[in-house]
């Protein structure tokens, strides 16, 4: 995934945590898994219409 291995995303963590802070955390990964997911459900919509 993006050429990031577990110590690499560990770090990221940590430092997401002490910018935002852990009430924050739980409310920016259901967002961006929000974002994720219909940013997957548009572009497999955009697909089948590009075949029609």
């Given at each position: 995934?993006?050429?990031?291995?577990?110590?690499?995303?560990?770090?990221?963590?940590?430092?997401?945590?002490?910018?935002?802070?852990?009430?924050?955390?739980p409310e920016?990964?259901?967002?961006?898994?929000?974002?994720?997911?219909?940013?997957?459900k548009h572009?497999?919509?955009?697909?089948?219409?590009?075949?029609?």
């Open positions: 995934m993006f050429g990031l291995g577990l110590p690499e995303l560990v770090v990221i963590l940590i430092i997401a945590l002490l910018v935002f802070g852990p009430k924050r955390l920016m990964g259901k967002s961006l898994g929000e974002t994720i997911k219909n940013f997957k572009s497999a919509d955009d697909s089948t219409e590009n075949k029609s």
